[in-house]
C-alpha cells in the first residue's frame, strides 16, 4: 500500500519519530496524532493495521526459527505464536490471511 501525502510533513514526522524517547509516552501521543491529521482518518487506520499486520507476521516467523530467543520454552512460544495468529486473523482481510498461513505451511514443509 502507498500512502500519498505532504512530503515535506513525512520528512517533519520521520525527524520527530528518530528523535522520540520512548520512555516519553506524551511524544508518542503527538506523533500518533500528527500521523492521524497527515493520513487522513481512514488512511490512518489502514496503516495502523498494517503495522499491526507486520509485526504480527514478524513475532510468527521469528518463533518459527528455533535458534530465535533460545532461552524462551516452545510452550510460550507456541503460546506467543497462536496469539499473533489471532491477531493477524482479525486485522487481516481472510483471503489474505489463508494466503499467508498457506505460504508459511508450504514453506516449512519445503524444509
Known sequence: MTFKTNPEA???????IKSLDESNENTLVIADRYLKLLLGTNLYYEY???????????????????????????????????????????YSVPNEYKAYVESLRDEHNED
Open 10 to 16: 513525512i520528512d517533519f514526522l520521520e525527524l520527530m
Open 48 to 90: 495502523r493495521s498494517m503495522v499491526v499486520r507486520e509485526d504480527m507476521k514478524e513475532i510468527i516467523e521469528d518463533n518459527m526459527n528455533p535458534d530465535f530467543d533460545v532461552h524462551e520454552t516452545p510452550d510460550n512460544k507456541a503460546l506467543e505464536s497462536a496469539a499473533a495468529y489471532r491477531i493477524l486473523k482479525y
